[in-house]
T-cell receptor
Framework: SQELEQSPQSLIVQEGKNLTINCTSS?????LYWYKQKYGEGLIFLMM?????EEKSHEKITAKLDEKKQQSSLHITASQPSHAGIYLC????????????FGTGTRLQVTL | DADVTQTPRNRITKTGKRIMLECSQT?????MYWYRQDPGLGLQLIYY???????NKGEISDGYSVSRQAQAKFSLSLESAIPNQTALYFC???????????FGPGTRLTVL
């Protein structure tokens, strides 16, 4: 079965600083999803990457997919308190089922 | 109004009780999923359904059952709840294969 490893597991950054979260898969990535979760709440969809080399941005968040390394990175520029939460990557294992396997998450705190 | 709703949002029950968690969606999606989230373990797939007549087991289906009453409704039941089923439960929906999964706000279940 596919496994996703996220690093770091937790991160504390000062407001205004940049940060990167990585997600590495044990198998081929057919689709990689990034979600954000406020503590104890639902998952908010951020971005989906499907092609090697693909890069997407939304506001101050940029995600990239490195197909060869089976890895995706999420980069936040000039972090703000509103970026705090848990970031989860999810991988589509391929086929018609579209079952997602999730990483264990990266907990981000942004200090003033 | 939210596209994916879950009821109840919080529930405390006792060991051995039967409990049902409900999920409704207005996105018109055929595919629906149930996940559970435990601290430090990410999300694990319990059951998924492609349409009313197509229900499939996920990674951790033991102790759970589901019912797809209509395209828009997917219920998860715990026939005899046990304490290690204490977790945060999420419902999700998606359209065609490879489409983004959209999550509900979650149900926090505590089994005493």
């Amino acid at each position: 079965s596919q496994e996703l490893e996220q690093s770091p597991q937790s991160l504390i950054v000062q407001e205004g600083k940049n940060l990167t979260i990585n997600c590495t898969s044990s198998k081929t990535l057919y689709g990689l999803y990034w979600y954000k979760q406020k503590y104890g709440e639902g998952l908010i969809f951020l971005m989906m990457l499907q092609k090697g080399g693909e890069e997407k941005s939304h506001e101050k968040i940029t995600a990239k997919l490195d197909e060869k390394k089976q890895q995706s990175s999420l980069h936040i520029t000039a972090s703000q308190p509103s970026h705090a939460g848990i970031y989860l990557c999810g991988a589509d294992g391929g086929g018609t089922a579209s079952k997602l396997t999730f990483g264990t998450g990266t907990r981000l705190q942004v200090t003033l | 109004d939210a596209d994916v709703t879950q009821t109840p949002r919080n529930r405390i029950t006792k060991t051995g009780k039967r409990i049902m968690l409900e999920c409704s969606q207005t996105k018109g999606h055929d595919r629906m999923y149930w996940y559970r989230q435990d601290p430090g373990l990410g999300l694990q797939l319990i059951y998924y359904s492609f349409d009313v007549k197509d229900i499939n087991k996920g990674e951790i289906s033991d102790g759970y059952s589901v019912s797809r009453q209509a395209q828009a409704k997917f219920s998860l039941s715990l026939e005899s709840a046990i304490p290690n089923q204490t977790a945060l439960y999420f419902c999700a929906t998606s359209g065609t294969p490879g489409d983004t999964q959209y999550f509900g706000p979650g149900t926090r279940l505590t089994v005493l």
